[in-house]
């Protein structure tokens, strides 16, 4: 089972780079958005990576909103990309604090 997490902070253009061989527990994942309670991304379900597209998870914080957390312009760079190219979609919305992609083999896909 092996796997990478990419934690995007809002405020910052650099990304943070977790690698896993194991299923990522609820603490690790909670810690990436700082807390938060886990909110998948919608549609947010494929991420390109040297050309080539992969399965994903990408969570962000449900309350990041409400919370006012700033715009996370990196993450929703690479969401609006996956909802024009993948699933057609015009994107409208825009993502706020941290936000986390997960990737990886099968196995551990089939745990989250």
Known sequence: MKGTMWVF?????????????H?????????AIDGGWL?????FN?????GKWHRC??????????KGL????????LWHKTLRQRHGLAPSDILVGPVFV???DDELMATL
């Open 23 to 31: 299923a990522p527990r609820l603490e690790e994942l909670k810690a």
């Open 70 to 77: 700033g715009v996370n312009p990196r993450a929703t760079m």
């Open 39 to 43: 909110e998948s991304v919608p549609y």
């Open 9 to 21: 902070p809002a405020d910052s253009r650099d990304k943070r780079v977790v690698e896993f061989d």
């Open 57 to 66: 998870w990408a969570v962000c914080d449900e309350e990041g909103k409400l």
């Open 102 to 104: 997960i990737f990886g």
């Open 46 to 50: 494929e991420i390109e990576i040297g």
